[in-house]
């Protein structure tokens, strides 16, 4: 922390600030809450006390509050590198990865030697599926900073979406023979899903818990993955222990207001009920398959049978559509969905192309393409009132499944995960609102039941693709054939044949009767 950015704090409050900075480090958000609450109120204008606070709210999930934080921050300090990184950080967690990536270009540039800064940059590449540009970046980062696990179990990461599982674990290890409470390389090593765990690594886990030097992200990511290990083992009341404080840890910073999300899809679903007068009398989006669903209902498996038809390129999770929803709402001042009654036939068919212009780049090979963002089901009304020619595939998989695999996954970002409660709910809000647009909607919205595919195959798959107006290719069919980056925890299962032993909830019995009571679901064995 250079001088010139604690000019006018006197000693104590350097202090503050020092500590405040090694917390926010180790994701200590409470403790770093607590040392910065005196700066606030004696220098609440102080550039580096607002930078530490907006970090605090974004992790805190208060991401409005905390560009706010960040805007004034920047305002002061304009060429100081590390507030773009700042900045840059605030606005990925947002999930507006554009001006994210554009001020942490500008980080770089201020400062061509700042290694968070481009491995913060990698991140986002990543996550817009930019995984060429991103793997330039994070061999940077790690170059300049060859002590960044972070940025190295990145690169394990980047292996194994090119499929190559071997090298990717090797990576993970190599990271772990420095630094074994690296929580990103344990995580890294469980979501492999191909027996990459040792004799003794549930025990190293146990160890790396405890490790002082862990941060809270550490912790986090080390309990998933112990969590997997112990599964594997068979020990699956220490596997749910380890879950259960995983979760209790990441809600201790910001919880999920279920509430308050439920409200927020009944005014989107009503929004768009009717559909907007003349949105839907074109063919325009009709390169585009959206696959949408509850994570871990089998949308990356779906997104791989489409993209071994020579007609359509798997882009991925593509954060375009929810980017050109952020735009118009920044433009009309207004967020969404309140400026949908607003909108004319023109303005749809505009952020239409918009979203088209974005992602041209998958169409360079191919005339169509995915867009498997799973979330996306959130906006099935814009999008059939934007893009009138594209289809959506809805992945439904057993509720009971579905949601004790994202309550197993590592996510980050995705709040509702951490309890069977907020779980059950947000199945709920999707279940209603997949059901409304697809019988709004029937001709363009198709409902995939995993479970059919999993039956019969061959019947299944014929099924997508006559909805999605595509003929039949068995090249389909052999799926796992197809070579291509997933970026996604099921990466290596859909590398593999149609398995039918998949499903985890049946094996933890009554383990799990509270999830099912949550989703109102007779107890097991009833």
Not at 1 to 10: E, F, G, I, N, Y
Not at 20 to 32: K, V
Request: net charge neutral.
């Amino acid at each position: 922390m250079t001088a010139s950015r604690l000019q006018a704090l006197d000693p104590a409050a350097v202090q503050c600030v020092v500590a405040t900075a090694q917390a926010l480090g180790m994701g200590r958000i409470d403790q770093a809450e607590a040392r910065l609450r005196p700066l606030l109120d004696s220098h609440p204008d102080h550039p580096e006390v607002l930078r530490l606070y907006a970090g605090i709210l974004s992790s805190r999930g208060n991401h409005t509050g905390a560009l706010a934080a960040m805007r004034r921050a920047v305002a002061q300090r304009p060429s100081d590198p590390l507030f773009y990184n700042t900045l840059g950080s605030v606005l990925g967690d947002m999930g507006d990865f554009d001006a994210a990536i554009d001020a942490l270009r500008r980080a770089c540039g201020l400062q061509p030697g700042l290694a968070v800064a481009w491995y913060n940059l990698g991140v986002m590449l990543t996550r817009c599926v930019r995984n060429t540009e991103a793997a330039g970046v994070i061999r940077r980062a790690v170059a300049l900073a060859p002590g960044n696990m972070d940025a190295r179990a990145l690169l394990g990461d980047l292996l194994r979406m090119q499929g190559d599982a071997a090298a990717s674990a090797i990576e993970y290890r190599k990271v772990l023979s420095e630094h074994p409470f690296s929580g990103m390389a344990w995580w890294g090593l469980a979501d492999l899903r191909t027996g990459a765990f040792e004799p003794g690594d549930i025990e190293r886990m146990h160890a790396a818990l405890r490790d002082s030097r862990a941060s809270d992200d550490d912790r986090i990511a080390i309990g998933f993955a112990q969590a997997r290990a112990l599964d594997e083992a068979g020990r699956r009341d220490e596997a749910l222990d380890a879950l259960a404080h995983a979760n209790a840890v990441a809600r201790s910073r910001q919880r999920w207001d279920a509430s308050g999300f439920s409200a927020g899809i009944d005014q989107a679903n009503r929004s768009f009920t009717p559909p907007p007068v003349g949105a839907a009398t074109s063919r325009l989006g009709h390169e585009v398959v959206f696959i949408v669903g509850i994570p871990r209902s089998g949308t990356t498996l779906v997104e791989q049978i489409l993209a071994s038809h020579s007609l359509i390129e798997g882009a991925g999770e593509l954060p375009d559509l929810p980017l050109v929803l952020a735009e118009e709402s920044r433009h009309r001042g207004q967020p969404f969905p309140n400026w949908v009654a607003a909108m004319n036939p023109a303005d749809w068919q505009r952020l239409g192309e918009r979203y088209l212009d974005r992602t041209a780049y998958w169409r360079r090979e191919r005339p169509g393409f995915t867009d498997k963002l799973p979330n996306n089901w959130m906006y099935m009304g814009a999008i059939r009132a934007m893009l009138p020619g594209a289809r959506i595939v809805v992945c439904r998989r057993d509720p009971l499944e579905t949601c004790f695999s994202c309550y197993r996954q590592h996510f980050a970002n995705n709040e509702y995960t951490r309890t069977f409660e907020d779980l059950a709910a947000f199945w709920r809000d999707f279940d209603r609102t997949a059901k409304h647009f697809a019988d709004l909607h029937p001709a363009y919205i198709y409902q995939h039941q995993h479970a059919a595919l999993i039956a019969d195959p061959e019947q299944s798959i014929r099924k997508l693709l006559d909805a999605c107006d595509l003929p039949f290719e068995a090249a389909c069919l052999r799926f796992h054939e197809t070579a291509r980056e997933v970026r996604s925890p099921s990466a290596t299962q859909v590398r593999e044949p149609l398995r039918r032993d998949t499903a985890h909830a049946q094996r933890y019995g009554a383990l799990l009767d509270p999830l099912r009571k949550a989703l109102g679901l007779p107890a097991s064995g009833s």
